[in-house]
């Protein structure tokens, strides 16, 4: 973070946390760690309930948003407004559903939330689209072309060059990437994972300890407008000295 914020110096920081806990969920205390660190706000995803003391918290913290779309009155809220120095940004937190589990259409859910709340809230939205599939990812990007300033895609761990503004100035990338182990399986210790392949039969997944790899986005946005004007990649390896952006 120090390398990162020195090199580019964003106005905002925020990072998708949901498997921050060893691959498993967010702790209160990862969470301070990384607000210590200049995170400013952290969404999450299918993993939000892993570690059960996520419920005593959560709803205390306003800069943590989980999937907007699971049903009312499920602990947390699903998009927050970050101010940082003058600067405002609405984040917003969407799952998928295919391949994952049924929760309310995020389509429709991002068409009530901009007809509705949203029109009194600040122009730059993010919108985190934590989903499996590529094709709804891709969707959900076009859907929402020119009515939020950013759709990043999230959950499969590794970073795709489709980064782009489409046509109508929204900002997309279909997954941003992963922090952790290079050199496991989406971090995940890699014998464990071969072997669950080859045998189909349950094994314990534990988080790999090889060299480690970050990867992000940068985003520029226009204030006046909401809509996005760059997006970058970010991908650094332990044993590279500076960020390489793309």
């Known amino acids: 973070m120090p390398i990162l914020r020195q090199k580019y110096n964003p106005h905002i920081v925020i990072a998708n946390g949901e498997n921050a806990a060893g691959g498993k969920g967010l702790t209160q205390a990862i969470a301070h760690e990384l607000f210590e660190m ?25 800069r943590i948003v989980r999937p907007a779309n ?23 937190n969407i799952q998928g559903r295919t391949f994952l589990p049924p929760l309310e259409d995020p389509f429709r ?42 759709v990043l895609g999230t959950h499969t761990h590794v970073q795709t060059h ?16 992963m922090v952790g182990s290079s050199e496991g399986v989406l971090g995940m210790n890699r014998e464990p994972v071969l072997q669950r392949f080859l045998t189909q039969l349950p094994v314990r997944f534990t988080v790999d300890e090889g060299r480690w790899h970050f990867h ?20 650094q390896y332990e044993d590279q000295l500076m960020f390489e952006s793309y």
Not at 216 to 235: H, M, N
Request: charged share 30%; hydrophobic share 40%; with cysteine.
């Open 38 to 62: 200049g995170v400013h706000g952290i969404t999450l995803g299918n993993h939000a309930w892993d570690q059960r003391e996520i419920f005593d918290f959560i709803d205390k913290e306003p």
């Open 70 to 92: 699971y049903p009312e009155g499920t602990p947390g809220r699903g998009h927050a407004v970050i101010r940082v120095n003058g600067k405002e940004l609405v984040i917003v």
């Open 109 to 150: 859910l991002m068409d009530e939330l901009l007809d509705g709340e949203f029109k009194k809230k600040p122009r730059c939205i993010l919108v985190d689209f934590h989903a499996e599939a590529t094709s709804e990812k891709i969707a959900l990007g076009w859907y929402l072309d020119g009515r939020v300033s950013v």
């Open 162 to 177: 489709d980064e782009r503004i489409l046509p109508k100035g929204t900002a997309y990338v279909t997954d941003v990437g």
């Open 216 to 235: 992000a986005v940068l985003i520029e946005i226009d204030e006046a407008t909401g809509l996005s004007k760059q997006i970058k990649l970010i991908r």
